[in-house]
């Protein structure tokens, strides 16, 4: 036998999230590879075990599936402490549920109240039920968020599988990584390639009402005004420049809301 064989690890990992987002799909999707139809709402916590293999070293997973429903904090409020992993998911249909992801935050921060402890924790953040036709969160947004609070983004299904697998394995490596360096996860490199004003941006010209506020000016502005905050925005946006999701048709939004408003004068 290898004398050097590592002995298996235990981890403890969470979910967090809204009620209905899916967190105890995602978690069923990948232990038991199947969907369920039917919303079985989580009572208080469900626990669970999985055994995986990360890098030739056995690793017991705990999981702890938590009620997303506010009647249930005072029962999960108990098992935030020394966790390892956490899966912080939203559905991509609901805004309000990608909106809560700041409070589920704080409310594990308020639990373990030793900031040091969570700074070990490895966090994923899953923009749930992709496979659902009205999205109201794109991805840049969630990706701006993870990247911003220092957690890796997935985009999932538990319906179709899609990113499970991915998730859960960037979560239990980079908590091994992180067990075999005294416990400090490696820091995620921000690689999107955009800034927070790109994304910004092109999300200004997808959600705004009229074409003034596309550009970012009042209702009668003189045609300098339009030309000059159309090329501050073309710079930001141009899809040669701005390789955000999206930076195409917002840069087409942009050309078509400087055309209609330059026709009127
Ligand atoms: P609580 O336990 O109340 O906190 O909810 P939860 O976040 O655990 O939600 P759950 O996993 O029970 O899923 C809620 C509902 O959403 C169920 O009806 C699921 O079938 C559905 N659902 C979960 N994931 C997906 C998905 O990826 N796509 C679609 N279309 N539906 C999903
Ligand atoms: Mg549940």
Same mark, same amino acid.
């Given at each position: 036998m290898d004398s050097k064989a590592k002995r298996p690890l235990r981890v403890k990992v969470i979910s967090m999230g809204n009620s209905e987002v899916g967190k105890s799909c995602i978690i069923k999707r990948y232990c038991e590879k199947r969907f369920v139809h039917k919303y079985l709402a989580t009572i208080g916590i469900d626990y669970g075990v999985t055994k995986v293999k990360i890098k030739d070293r056995d690793v017991k997973v705990n999981i702890f599936d938590m009620a997303g429903h506010p009647i249930f904090y005072e029962v999960r409020n108990e098992f935030y402490k020394d966790t390892q992993g956490a899966i912080l998911v939203y559905d991509c249909s609901s805004k309000?549920?990608?909106?809560?992801?700041? !409070?589920?935050?704080?409310?594990?921060?308020?639990?373990?109240?030793?900031? @040091?402890?969570?700074?070990?924790?490895?966090?994923?953040?899953?923009?749930?039920? !992709?496979d659902r036709q009205k999205r109201t969160v794109d991805e840049a947004e969630g990706r701006i968020w993870a990247d911003t609070h220092g957690c890796y983004y997935f985009e999932t299904s538990a319906q179709t599988g899609e990113g499970i697998n991915e998730m859960f394995q960037t979560l239990f490596s980079t908590i091994v990584e992180a067990c075999e360096n005294g416990g400090k996860p490696p820091s995620i490199s921000t690689s999107?390639?955009?800034?927070?004003?790109?994304?910004?941006?092109?999300?200004?010209?997808?959600?705004?009402?009229s074409d003034w506020e596309r550009l970012g000016l009042y209702p009668g502005s003189s045609k300098d005004e339009i030309n000059k905050a159309y090329r501050r925005l073309a710079v930001l946006l141009h899809p040669d420049k701005n390789v955000a999701p999206g930076s195409e048709e917002a840069f087409?939004?942009?050309?078509?809301?400087? !055309? @209609?408003l330059l026709r009127g004068k």
């Open positions: 309000e549920s990608f909106e809560a992801l700041d !409070t589920w935050l704080n409310e594990m921060k308020r639990e373990i109240g030793n900031p @040091a402890e969570i700074e070990n924790v490895v966090f994923c953040v899953c923009a749930n039920k !992709t999107l390639g955009y800034t927070k004003e790109q994304a910004e941006a092109i999300q200004r010209l997808k959600n705004s009402k087409k939004i942009l050309v078509s809301a400087r !055309t @209609a």
